[in-house]
């Protein structure tokens, strides 16, 4: 095991385990729909107009129940805010003063300052210490509740919870998964710019409870999770040799997956966990390879003179899309999984690099290089609809949002003291966010959904 890596086990326990119970207290109604249609996002209307929605404080009997409650709903707030989709309406705009939240609300109040929804709860710590937590939706012009749910768990493990509620909310009123109960796993960069020092890092999506995986001794590039959560994939500079690694999120476990000769690039798991793939030089090219995780056979899948990196699968594992300039520029290809049958996909102008098919499977999103611009943009797996969705002096390695609907990504800025930045972006291209990391970060990979 490398050193440093003790904390990841208490980090683990804590953030995986403390989740000691869940239970449906109230769920949607029977025959309880909302006046007014559930919010549908349709990504070729370009901006969407963000659905106004009241988030009370979380009540509690004590001033340590009412901490928690405001706590609570500010990330709730925070995490809607942020997709885009929820315009959270000021506490200082609401008329009625909840008191109890098993009481239906006032809603001609509600309607007044134009709340669409409106969210209410309790939070409560237990004689036995667990923190309970309770919430409510209501639809404010149907005058009736949508779902809500109580909580058990332990008290520092709220934040959480409020990502579990702000999944909930979104999922009710817009008819897609939610992404709020999820971590990113990335780069943290520090020190000089010609010395950096590169450290795996976790946190959950929204830049809260940050914490190092290794301790910075290697260089360490493209960390990928894998579909069950538990693992990482990266590669790691041991001794100026580039080994791919796995790492166990649950016992701070770590093991070579293989010694490559020459270098190795992108490694990234396939959608059922059971494979690598990645990209190995040999001589002046590179090609891409696939690793059976449970043989260690591995086997080769393009044979070109060609650099052919950046292998991402579909979500049914059926193709594979990669970079290659074997067509005499950088370019996007498909083939299938096999690696037979690979066709260009991309022919804007420009250099297109880094694509990552969608969890969804109706976009690749890439970065292309075009006239000194950096660029983020979208396809679908045809290479048709191509968009763009930002650009900056240097864009970089987006991931996607188990939903499909929002891409992260990292940004460099210039100088001396520059340096690299989380940012995300939807797929309107309209809404952009920081994403605060406290250090410089780069290479970010978004998990799947919690369970």
Same mark, same amino acid.
């Given at each position: 095991m490398q050193n440093g890596l003790h904390p990841l086990r208490r980090f683990a326990a804590n953030y995986l385990?403390?989740?000691?119970?869940?239970?449906?207290?109230?769920?949607?109604?029977?025959?309880?729909?909302?006046?007014?249609?559930? =919010?549908?996002? &349709?990504?070729?209307?370009? /901006?969407?107009?963000? $659905?106004p929605i009241a988030i009370t404080d979380f009540l509690g009997a004590s001033d340590r129940d009412r901490q928690l409650g405001a706590d609570v709903a500010g990330v709730i707030s925070a995490n809607l805010d942020r997709s885009g989709l929820f315009r959270p309406l000021p506490e200082s705009s609401f008329i009625e003063k909840i008191s109890d939240v098993n009481v239906q609300p006032r809603f001609g109040d509600w309607r007044i300052i134009n709340a669409q929804a409106l969210v209410t709860g309790r939070t409560t710590i237990e004689q036995d210490g667990r923190l309970?937590?309770?919430f409510r939706l209501w639809d404010v012009y149907a005058q009736q509740q949508m779902t809500g749910f109580q909580f058990f768990t332990t008290p520092d493990n709220w934040r959480r919870v409020a990502h579990i509620i702000s999944d909930a909310i979104y999922e009710r009123l817009?008819?897609?998964?939610?992404? +709020?109960?999820?971590?990113?796993?990335?780069?943290?960069?520090?020190?000089?710019?010609?010395?950096?020092v590169k450290r795996l890092a976790i946190?959950?999506? &929204? *830049?809260?409870n940050p914490r190092m995986l290794t301790n910075g001794q290697s260089l360490v590039m493209t960390p990928r999770f894998s579909p069950s959560n538990q693992e990482i994939t990266y590669l790691s500079y041991a001794g100026n040799n580039p080994?791919?690694? =796995?790492?166990?999120?649950?016992?701070?476990?770590? @093991?070579?997956? *293989?010694?490559?000769?020459?270098?190795? +690039?992108?490694?990234? +798991?396939?959608?059922? *966990?059971?494979?690598?793939?990645?990209?190995?030089?040999? *001589?002046? /090219?590179?090609?891409?390879? @696939?690793?059976?995780?449970r043989t260690r056979v591995t086997r080769r899948l393009t044979n070109t003179a060609a650099i052919d990196t950046s292998p991402s699968y579909s979500p049914d594992g059926k193709q594979i899309v990669f970079e290659s300039d074997r067509g005499g520029s950088?370019?996007?290809?498909?083939?299938?999984? !096999?690696g037979s049958n690979p066709q260009r996909i991309s022919f804007g102008d420009g250099r297109y690099a880094t694509p990552v098919w969608?969890?969804?499977? !109706?976009?690749?999103? +890439?970065?292309? $290089?075009h006239k000194g611009r950096f660029l983020i943009g979208v396809m679908r797996p045809d290479g048709s609809g191509e968009r763009i969705l930002t650009e900056g002096f240097h864009n970089e390695a987006p991931t996607w949002a188990p939903n499909g609907r929002v891409l992260m990504f990292f940004r460099e800025t210039r100088g001396a003291q520059g340096?690299?930045?989380?940012?995300?972006? &939807?797929?309107?291209?309209y809404n952009e966010r920081p994403v605060n990391t406290p250090t410089f970060a780069s290479d970010p990979a978004w998990s799947p959904r919690l369970r």
């Open positions: 385990g403390a989740l000691v119970a869940l239970a449906a207290f109230a769920a949607v109604l029977a025959g309880a729909q909302p006046a007014r249609a559930a =919010l549908q996002i &349709d990504i070729t209307q370009g /901006n969407v107009e963000p $659905l309970k937590v309770e817009t008819g897609e998964e939610g992404y +709020f109960d999820t971590r990113i796993v990335y780069v943290a960069e520090s020190g000089p710019k010609d010395r950096r946190m959950d999506q &929204d *830049g809260h080994r791919v690694y =796995l790492l166990d999120l649950d016992t701070g476990q770590q @093991e070579v997956v *293989g010694d490559f000769p020459g270098m190795t +690039f992108a490694p990234r +798991f396939s959608p059922d *966990g059971q494979k690598l793939i990645l990209s190995l030089q040999r *001589g002046g /090219n590179s090609n891409i390879y @696939e690793m059976d995780l950088q370019q996007l290809y498909v083939m299938n999984a !096999d969608s969890p969804r499977g !109706d976009m690749i999103a +890439f970065t292309k $290089l340096g690299p930045s989380l940012w995300s972006v &939807d797929l309107t291209g």
